[in-house]
């Protein structure tokens, strides 16, 4: 855990009109729950704030508030340069190394403005004048929840802000479910439903969007891709570029299938190759103690949390594959 104090946090924000929030490379609804949630709170203080994402992110992400103001900075880099030349203060949401951000970390590291990392992820780099980092927090949204709490910001928590923390918190936990879950996520949950906002609705709004083609997409993969290497609790799946255009693959089209094999009993490690964006992009999920954030860092130019991490390669899928099923005993050894 690295935690500035909170006077150090208002006295920067006081001096500061200018903001601009960063996030990561394909930003997930943790990435961009925690942005907009940060936009809106910010907002609300009266100061002129941007949020820039690398790439662009999911169709399921849209409704969320304030979505339309998001800079995307692969099709507006010369209004995201600008806008980084003037800000005084940088916020950068949910990764821990420029790395993440791509051509967009070039542009943060000359910026002058000084940056303020919230983030969950394992070993933050450097780059930060000041730190919220804790690897315990189930999602950066339950951060950005405890940041706005610190600064005695609670009572301007509306059904606005609460959409968006909530759904970092429901799509960073597997809705609920995965070990970083306890009653402090819960205690948070509860006080965003009080200003309104509905569980049920904001679930369907992200989860039940499917295209068909996505969903057979879904079954393709667990009917004829999915492979358990022997004698392991292991298993991953394949994609082709060839085949997730067969499938008309659209940006987060594989999101959530990585996770479909831990429903076979005693598997512990999931993995998930996809071909594409020059390069392979790969997915690991493990059980307990498997560390799957040290293998991402050390094999596959990676990295994340314990049970959740990824990685590229610029090898062929096959060597890729190949690559991770003589490195699996390792793994789970
Ligand atoms: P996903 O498999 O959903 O893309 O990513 C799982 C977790 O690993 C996320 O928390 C994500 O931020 C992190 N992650 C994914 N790809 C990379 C990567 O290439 N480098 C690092 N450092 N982290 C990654
Ligand atoms: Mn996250």
Known sequence: MRKDTFPKFKALLKKSQNVVIVTHWSPDGDAMGSSLGLYHYLKSLKKTVTVVVPNDYPDFLEWLPGNKHVLVFEKDSAK??????????????????????????????????????????????????????????????????????????????????????????MTDTGSFRYPSVNSKTHLIISELLKTGI??????????????????????????????IIEGLPV?????????????????????????????????????????GEGGIKLSFRSKGNIDVNTFARNYFNGGGHINAAGGKTYDSLEKTVEKFVSLAHELVK
């Open 80 to 169: 995201v340069n600008k806008l980084l030349a003037k800000a005084h203060i940088i916020f950068t949401l949910d990764f821990n190394t420029l790395k993440r951000i791509e051509k967009l970390g070039i542009e943060i590291e000359k910026a002058v403005a000084p940056k303020i990392i919230i983030d969950h992820h394992q070993q933050p780099d450097n780059y930060a004048s000041l730190y919220f980092h804790d690897v315990n927090a189930c999602s950066t949204c339950e951060l950005i929840y405890d940041f706005i709490e610190g600064l005695g910001g609670k009572k301007l928590i509306d059904k606005k802000i609460a959409s968006c923390l909530y759904v970092g918190i």
């Open 235 to 275: 298993a991953f799946i394949s994609f082709t570029e060839a085949e997730l255009k067969e499938f008309g693959y659209k940006k987060g089209d594989t999101e959530g299938i990585v996770n479909y094999p831990f429903a076979i009993k005693g598997i512990k490690v999931c993995a998930l190759f996809n071909e």
């Open 198 to 227: 509905m569980p049920s609705d904001i679930h369907s709004a992200i989860y039940d969007t499917y295209s068909e083609s996505r969903m057979r997409l879904l079954g393709y993969a667990l009917s004829k891709k999915m492979t």
